[in-house]
């Protein structure tokens, strides 16, 4: 059978991505090395859960599934516009924010238009571009991780069509300053883009001097939110975007018809009812993140404070952080790379229960002579 040749089945920037590489699922780890406790640190869900108020949800939607979703998910827009204090025709749901992300790289740039991000940063961001096939500038994080929004400032030009912060940024659990974005938006010339994708929102909004992009009347900020991580529900896929009618209407033409899934809808109309289980497990990351931060600091690992709900330790060298994870997976911790998200050296933590907290300092003093 005559071969297909890679060169002419698909255009160079599908040619250079590869496949997503997820962390090991927990079956993979007990198949491996059969560890007595297998505790998933790896994807920065919530390992508290979701809501109680879920499942009968989800269960009573199931009634309806031969029937499509409602393509504009307008009860979920319209109790998200109240607890936003927006109206619906400012909002537009996808399945999952990566979905949003991918939407707004179909939908708004033009020949020779780039985008401009930090070099460390979210890797859905990365592959969504290189799908499209806009070229981008990564411009380096500061000393102490975080986006720097003087130089990505200093970077636009006529031709840039969009800048993706994230805030709190993956993987670093770092954040952007009030004054800081202030001072951004000021510099930013109307014909750019703002896309705040704001995942980790639930952990950081406590912060002082966290800027909510929602406060900000600028038409150019894209507000990307999710129910995947401080909610709990990321096996469901549901991610918002809030912007001014002009941007939503827009993504509006080129989104998926029948995302999210009508379960998934539900999930989170039933979530969004219930902040005294997202109180909860804010708690317990403030928690398990303290308790890290005193392990670390008395074994002098380089560790970066977070307001997410993941911790980032650099290690010597990329080697180290490779055979770091190996053993931890030995032991039964999952734990990422974040090679791919730009930082070699660097091993991204999830705040897990009490319970995997205790099984990852246990597991970490059996490993630490690996990392030193
Ligand atoms: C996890 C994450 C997402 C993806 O969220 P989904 O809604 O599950 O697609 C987007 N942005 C950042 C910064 C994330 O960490």
Redesign the pocket.
């Given at each position: 059978m005559p071969q297909l040749s890679d060169h002419s089945l698909v255009p160079a920037n599908i040619r250079d991505l590869s496949p997503y590489v997820a962390g090991k699922t927990i079956e993979e780890v007990k198949a491996a090395y059969n560890p007595p406790e297998i505790s998933k640190l790896a994807s920065?869900e919530n390992r508290m859960g979701c809501s109680s108020l879920v499942r009968p949800a989800v269960v009573k939607a199931l009634e309806e599934v031969q029937d499509y979703p409602d393509p504009v998910a307008q009860q979920l827009r319209e109790a998200l516009a109240q607890q936003n204090n927006v109206s619906p025709e400012n909002i537009i749901v996808g399945a999952?924010?990566?979905?949003l992300?991918a939407n707004l790289c179909r939908t708004f740039f033009d020949d020779n238009e780039h985008a401009i991000t930090a070099d460390a940063t979210?890797v859905?961001f990365f592959v969504q571009i290189n799908i499209r096939g806009v070229s981008l500038k990564k411009v380096p994080l500061t000393s102490d991780f975080r986006f720097d929004l003087e130089a990505i400032a200093d970077a636009i030009t006529s031709e840039t069509k969009m800048v993706y912060i994230?805030n709190p940024n993956?993987p670093t659990g770092t954040y952007v300053t009030k004054t800081e974005f202030e001072r951004f938006m000021h510099r930013v010339p109307d014909h750019v883009l703002v896309v705040m994708?704001e995942?980790?929102y639930e952990y950081a909004e406590s912060v002082a001097d966290y800027p909510d992009s929602l406060q900000y009347d600028f038409d150019n900020i894209i507000t990307?939110r999710?129910?995947?991580?401080a909610y709990g529900l990321?096996g469901f896929?549901v991610?918002y975007a809030i912007a001014s009618p002009k941007i939503i209407g827009n993504m509006m033409k080129t989104k998926l018809t029948f995302e999210p899934t009508s379960l998934g809808q539900e999930a989170a109309l039933a979530a969004l009812q219930d902040t005294a289980f997202l109180r909860k497990s804010n708690k317990r990351v403030q928690e398990g993140k303290k308790r890290l931060y005193t392990f670390f600091e008395k074994r002098n690992v380089s560790y970066v404070p977070s307001v997410a709900n993941s911790v980032l330790i650099q290690l010597r060298g990329e080697q180290q952080a490779i055979d770091f994870v190996q053993a931890m997976l030995e032991e039964g911790v999952i734990l990422r790379r974040v090679h791919a998200f730009g930082l070699p050296r660097c091993v991204r933590i999830t705040i897990g229960r009490k319970k995997e907290m205790d099984h990852f300092v246990h597991a970490f003093g059996k490993v630490k002579s690996k990392i030193s």
């Open positions: 920065n999952g924010s990566e979905s992300i979210f859905g994230a993956n994708d995942a980790y990307l999710t129910f995947s991580k990321a896929r991610g």
